[in-house]
């Protein structure tokens, strides 16, 4: 709506100014005065066809974000559905730690049940050597009598009467013995029978406790293959929500959620210092030109995967949410690498220019360089933010950086193939001699007890 008012007021102006010079044509009697209606219908046209063109845009801008609003509710979906996969997880464990109980039970019970069986062998191999004796206690008492009678059958000098007294007690007392020894054989046969019944009861225990444990198996089984699938869909969930940052994961593209930003993609190094580095610009090949505007510094551009700058109004709001270090990172035509590294690392916002406000206490291989652009606001070609009173050093080197007058550092300056000594190259001091390489680096501070 702003933009055709503009239009109507471009054309309403323009058709006055028209209508002036045509009245000036009539008085003075000129053949033309009728010739500037044309211009102003060329006019009509082009503010016609500018007007679709950003009625499109808009158009496109709606779609895009309906496009990141179903991308949003898809987010919070996967999200559901990896906490209900989360509690079947839990579930299955739960039953498998259930199962592990049953069979540990189950091997307490065979083990009891071997000792029982080795009790019942034992007994049951001294109760047949009891019997054993008895039958030969018993044969032995028979063959005392059968003596003794056939010494009643020949004269003795003993008298009769007391061999009979004598023959008659021990004959009680071998009757006696004889029924002890049956005694206890109905002994030992009852408790054979008892400890058989015993056995039979342990067997349909074992059998059905084996049948319990062959359908436990399967459900085991069923379960350990429920629990792989969900396993495969909770990895491929997890590889679609957002990481809350890099800590933790090797070097790689992953999309990461920091401070509240809507989740974007970063590279991530898992390499430098113990990893969790969300790499914020890298330069190394020169495939991507970093002489940008305001804008495309402010949101960013490039590669991830290759050369990139991450964006300032990110880098703002990431800085912004906690204490964060920085890792520069410089690479040199001779292959060797140097660094400097600063544990406080944050900037403004854009109404402040993103301005270099802290980068704390410096260790390294590389000079303190970085420490002469603090406190310096960013510039770019077409916004000159820098101190520096005789022109824009963003145009003079080419890039935009945190300028003093002009720089001592210049991450975002020309790639060139070959060792140089120019301003406008990548480079670390006031030499100027260009980088083969160069990276920036963020995580957060770790905390120290």
Known sequence: MNIRFICVLFILRGFQNNRGISVARENSSSPHCLESGAPILEYITVLKKEINAAEQKHSEVENENAELKKKILEISYLKAENKAKIDNIERLRSANENLRKLLSKFAQQQSNIGRIEGFIIDLMQRQKREIEEAKLNEAK???????EIKKLRYPMETKPSEIEMSLKKDLKSKIRELETYKAKGNTCSNQMKELNSQVVSYKKDLTTTHTKLTAKTCLLESNSKQLNRTKQRLDLCKERIPKTGCKGLASGIYMIAVNKLDPFSAFCNGDIEGGGWIV???QFDGSVDFNRTWTEYREGF????????IGLEKLHSITNSGSFELYMQLGFFNRSFNFAAYDNF??????EKYELKSLGRFRGTAPNNMNYHLNQKFSTFDQDNDPWVEGNCAITVGGGWWYQTCSLVHFNGKYHNTEVYKKESINWGAAFKSLKSAQMLIRPKSKVC
């Open 141 to 147: 008492v028979r063959e005392d009598l059968k003596d």
């Open 280 to 282: 914020i610009q890298k």
């Open 302 to 309: 490039g590669n991830v995967g290759g050369e990139f700058f």
């Open 346 to 351: 944050s900037i403004g916002s854009e109404d």
